[in-house]
């Protein structure tokens, strides 16, 4: 009887192995083999000279380069906004709040993470209707899709901060303290540079968050075709939208291939993040065991 | 303490602050752009009636029952196959296999869900419309093997901390007994692991209800309430994006501010029971103290 159990068990566990890894292979076999024939200097900038299009002289029409630098901005804009809220509130948890009122902010922020994109998306969307009642010149535009994805993020960096503080040594804390610091001068000296590799790993991994999303550009001032964004009230392209786009509209083999081209691409640069991220990660747990 | 100290913890509690009062102004300006709907629509009929503009009726029930229909499909295939891939990591496959396959996990994590979408669109829809020769194959189905492909590595990678964080005293009494992987699993493991795996549970029903392009692209977004699972549906999310091109002032553009409260709710509830879960394990562990210390 207890055989039989023993066959099911491991029937049951490496075929959800093997239809996990088929189900991947699959996935990124196919879009390896649609994407790749489109990697070359034409899906970038289409038919634009590589140079006039870097240096803005010629815009860019079929190439994928307003999409590729949209996103660029849009992730330096977010990371502009949400990192100093990210860490100000990631260092407050750790090492000011007391008991309660830690519980009370955490809780917050758990629910903000939980928010999904599309309604981080709809409250930007009605905030922009709300000052442009006030301000007209304010439309749908990269400055207020950065801003709700700064919000889309601003959990992830105050959770990565805190967690960064709070996993350091105790020793740490007592030997600054023996030396006669006081809190602030121990945080910005001894705490703020221990934790740093943690705390980048945080942020890389929000810049991927940042880079994939499309439910909050979506509805916050993304379109099809903008060009390169010449201001911060202009609307933009971005990659993620790029793709879903290319899903819909395409309209000749050219087209599709330039969408599997821009998935590839966005996949290979969360890949690189992500990559980054578990590097730093890696060198932080190194150091954390060293410590111990 | 120094003012310049004072000054420090100020900002840090101000960003703090800030943070909360963002989070808390999502919830008002939803409600407050919603209003108008609520004064000419009782809450029961929007959530309970069809969605048929032309006749008069805004409910947001249909898609309510789609982001029901399609989550419901996603959890049901990926629970399985995340707590089996689980259990093939922490105790069945050869070492060096278990770590590829975990990172191969931890890589998926960080697949947009665009892409997601744009793959299955090209791939899994034609496949859906081949086998059951039915409909355009946008679909529950497609909708919810792609949202499982996202969610089980979430899944997976919560279990494992889970599995781990087992009481290693219990492992090696077993293990001196003679017990066998088995029993190991059945009888220490997946007990005491248990938390976990409501928390792994929980955490990818979050991220499925809240995935807007996998439902936007490749579940078909219907208007009518689903019947069968090879039938288009429209999510909660999907029917936010698609009604924004609609004019501002209109009575459909006002639903999406129902479908956004109800999505955040919805989340809301879902956060609020794992803090309730960990609340009640805190307690639990300070009254058994003295076995977490090993």
């Known amino acids: 009887m207890s055989r039989v159990f023993d066959y099911l068990l491991y029937l049951f566990a490496w075929g959800s192995g093997l239809i996990l890894v088929g189900a991947f292979a699959v996935f990124m076999g196919f879009l390896l083999s649609q994407g790749l024939p489109a ?34 901005l849009l992730i330096f804009l977010a990371l502009a906004a949400a990192v100093p809220f990210g860490l100000g509130a990631g260092i407050y948890l750790a090492e000011y709040a007391g008991k309660s009122s830690k519980a009370l902010f955490s809780l917050v ?3 903000l993470a939980g928010v999904p994109s599309i309604v981080i998306g709809l409250f930007g969307f009605s905030l922009t209707v709300f000052l442009h009642k006030r301000f007209t010149f304010i439309t749908p ?33 007592l030997t600054a303290a023996a030396l006669g610091a006081d809190q602030a001068t121990t945080i910005r000296l001894v705490l703020l540079p221990q934790a740093a590799a943690g705390i980048l ?29 010449r201001s911060l009230f202009n609307s933009f392209e971005a990659l993620p939208f790029y793709i879903y786009n290319a899903a819909s509209q395409f309209s000749n083999q050219q087209e599709l291939q330039r969408g599997f081209g821009a998935a590839l691409i966005l996949l290979i640069l969360c890949g690189l993040l992500f990559t980054l991220a578990w590097l730093l990660r890696k060198k932080v747990t190194a150091r954390l065991l060293y410590h111990h | 303490m120094r003012p310049e100290a004072q000054v420090s913890r100020i900002l840090f509690l101000a960003a703090t602050v800030v943070g909360v009062l963002l989070t808390l102004a999502i919830l008002w300006f939803m409600v407050r752009l919603g209003l108008p709907l609520f004064s000419t629509h009782s809450l029961r009929l929007l959530l309970t009636q069809d969605w048929a503009p032309d006749r ?7 898609f309510i029952c789609g982001s029901g229909a399609v989550v419901s499909l996603s959890l049901l295939l990926a629970f399985p196959l995340s707590l089996g891939n689980a259990v093939l990591i ?22 947009p869900t665009v892409i997601y979408g744009f793959v299955g669109i090209f791939l899994l829809v034609p496949l859906v419309r081949e086998w059951f020769s039915r409909g ?21 990678l919560v279990f494992l901390e889970s599995f781990a964080a087992v009481s290693t005293s219990h492992l090696r009494a077993l293990e001196a007994l003679g017990g066998t992987r088995r029993q190991k699993l059945v009888h220490v493991i997946l007990p005491g692991a248990r938390r976990g795996i409501i928390t792994g549970f929980l955490l990818a029903s979050g991220r499925a209800v809240g995935d807007t392009m996998i439902a936007l ?23 936010i994006a698609l009604v924004m091109a609609a004019d501002f002032d209109s009575m459909e553009f006002k639903t999406i501010f129902a479908c956004g409260i109800t999505l955040y709710l919805w989340t809301a509830i879902l956060t609020l029971s794992l803090r309730f879960l960990h609340f009640k394990a805190t307690k639990t562990s300070m009254q058994v103290g003295h076995e977490q210390s090993f």
């Open chain 1, 39 to 72: 990697l070359d200097s034409s899906l970038l900038f289409g038919r634009t000279g590589m140079v006039d299009a870097l240096l803005l002289q010629r815009v860019v029409i079929d190439g994928l380069l307003p999409a590729l630098v949209g996103t660029l």
């Open chain 1, 109 to 111: 922020f758990d629910l």
């Open chain 1, 141 to 173: 535009c990269l400055l207020i899709s950065a801003l709700a994805l700064a919000l889309l993020i601003l959990p992830y960096l105050i959770r990565s901060t805190q967690t960064a503080l709070e996993e350091l040594p105790a020793t740490l804390r």
């Open chain 1, 201 to 229: 790993s945080g942020i890389v991994l929000a810049i991927g968050r940042a880079a994939e999303d499309t439910a909050v550009i979506m509805l916050t001032g993304v379109v099809v075709s903008a060009g390169i964004p």
């Open chain 2, 56 to 62: 008069g009726l805004y409910g947001i029930f249909p």
């Open chain 2, 90 to 111: 922490h105790l069945l496959a050869p070492r060096h296999l278990a770590r590829i396959l975990y990172q191969m996990v931890k890589m998926m994590t960080g697949v």
């Open chain 2, 136 to 156: 355009s194959g946008m679909s529950v189905l497609s909708a919810g093997i792609l949202l499982a492909l996202l969610i089980a590595p979430t899944m997976i």
């Open chain 2, 217 to 239: 692209m490749v579940a078909g977004n219907a208007v009518a309430t689903p019947e069968s699972i090879l039938d288009p549906v429209r999510t909660l999310t999907a029917h």
